[in-house]
């Protein structure tokens, strides 16, 4: 999920005074240059992360659920690197006109709950039925916590449970699991939307980040080879996988003793 609006609203701000500046028709009118060129390169890398998600989507009403998850693993490369390649290039600033926030948004809720959502009512992981009202409930929830104006805290972690139904659902193919327990983790996680807990955002949070970043990376490796080994890897990968996963769930929850200077270690 990029921050770019955030941060490059408070460089444009403090480039010019603390006052906010305008899209007028004037700057809409003036000539594009290179650096207007490689922004908006950046809003249709951000973008192709949509066209990611309909090939998932082909892939899923075609019940490849390898192939949707490759897609979808495509899709979570570009949103992890987008917004670190629009702070470069000053998007904000260069091309106020299009909200590279809202841009991102969209091409989430497409991939991180949509096309995850299709796959549990269509996939046959629970009867359909009940597929359907888990489904349901992933499209609600994820929906209104992507309207929340406090999806992150001050400190850079996610408050709530960010919706990463493309991550849970991956899970749900690897590690066989009985349709009601599906149920409730799907209804925990719906719930854990709107509670005042901590997720980490791996590239954002201070603490332990570069283990966070090298686990990040071990992570992807291994559902890399899960994905090749189509969704039935040796039982090494799973756990590794699921060890990842375990680390990732309760980092935000596990208290932290801060230094003195209120800064996290």
């Given amino acids: 999920m990029r921050d770019d609006e955030k941060d490059g609203g408070r460089d444009m701000r403090a480039a010019t005074g603390g006052k906010s500046v305008a899209v007028t028709t004037k700057t809409l009118g003036e000539r594009p240059t290179r650096r207007h060129a490689l922004a908006f390169a950046v809003h249709l890398f951000?973008?192709?992360?949509?066209?990611?998600?309909?090939m998932a989507l082909m892939a899923a009403v075609e019940g490849n659920w390898a192939l949707m998850f490759a897609w979808l693993g495509?899709?979570?490369?570009?949103?992890?690197?987008?917004g670190t390649m629009a702070r470069r290039a000053r998007v904000v600033e260069v091309l106020?006109?299009?909200?590279?926030?809202?841009?991102?948004?969209?091409v989430d809720y497409l991939t991180y709950v949509l096309v995850p959502a299709f796959a549990v009512a269509t996939s046959g992981l629970m009867p359909f039925w009940m597929g359907v009202a888990a489904s349901a409930a992933i499209l609600l929830t994820s929906a209104l916590y992507f309207a929340d104006t406090t999806m992150k805290t001050d400190d850079l972690y996610f408050q709530g449970f960010p919706a990463v139904w493309n991550l849970v659902v991956f899970y749900f193919f690897l590690v066989p699991l009985n349709a009601w327990v599906i149920a409730g983790i799907i209804a925990l996680l719906s719930v854990a939307t709107f509670l005042p807990i901590k997720f980490v955002h791996p590239f954002r949070v201070v603490r332990l980040r570069l283990l966070t970043i090298g686990l990040l990376a071990l992570w992807a490796v291994l559902a890399v080879v899960a994905v090749i080994d189509g969704l039935h890897p040796p039982g090494w990968i799973v756990l590794g996988l699921c060890a990842c996963a375990l680390y990732f769930l309760l980092f935000g929850l596990i208290p932290w003793r801060r230094l003195r200077t209120g800064r996290e270690a």
């Fill in 74 to 82: 495509a899709a979570l490369f570009v949103d992890g690197i987008d």
């Fill in 46 to 54: 951000t973008a192709s992360g949509a066209v990611c998600g309909l």
């Fill in 96 to 106: 106020p006109r299009w909200s590279g926030e809202t841009l991102d948004l969209v």
